[in-house]
């Protein structure tokens, strides 16, 4: 839990699929909590990715713009995760 940028490998980095704006604040709050190096990339937000970030929360709709994902596929990540999959259905 403390100094999660030195006991984890520099190349460690979690992408975090979330839908709900709701979910970004909680998640980022925890983050902040932590100590872990994150970036949310929402609605409106920049389509810069802050490679020093651990954790990158992004919403589907940014994942529609080509210069993103053309930086997150230039990007090695450790683990991907998609929160309330079923919400893209709708």
Same mark, same amino acid.
């Given at each position: 839990?403390?100094?999660?940028?030195?006991?984890?490998?520099? *190349?460690?980095?979690?992408?975090?699929? /979330?839908?709900? &704006? +709701?979910?970004?604040?909680? %998640?980022?709050?925890?983050?902040? #909590?932590?100590?872990?190096?994150?970036?949310?990339?929402?609605?409106?937000?920049?389509? *810069?990715?802050?490679?020093?970030?651990? /954790?990158?929360? &992004? +919403?589907?709709?940014?994942? %529609?713009?080509?210069?993103?994902? #053309?930086?997150?596929?230039?990007?090695?990540?450790?683990?991907?995760?998609?929160?309330?999959?079923?919400?893209?259905?709708?």
């Amino acid at each position: 839990r403390d100094n999660f940028s030195h006991n984890f490998p520099q *190349e460690t980095r979690v992408l975090y699929v /979330v839908p709900l &704006i +709701s979910i970004y604040h909680s %998640l980022s709050a925890e983050m902040e #909590k932590l100590n872990i190096p994150f970036q949310v990339m929402g609605a409106g937000s920049s389509t *810069e990715i802050n490679k020093s970030a651990k /954790v990158l929360f &992004i +919403s589907p709709e940014r994942l %529609l713009n080509k210069f993103v994902v #053309k930086s997150i596929m230039g990007l090695q990540w450790s683990c991907v995760s998609i929160d309330e999959p079923h919400l893209a259905l709708e």
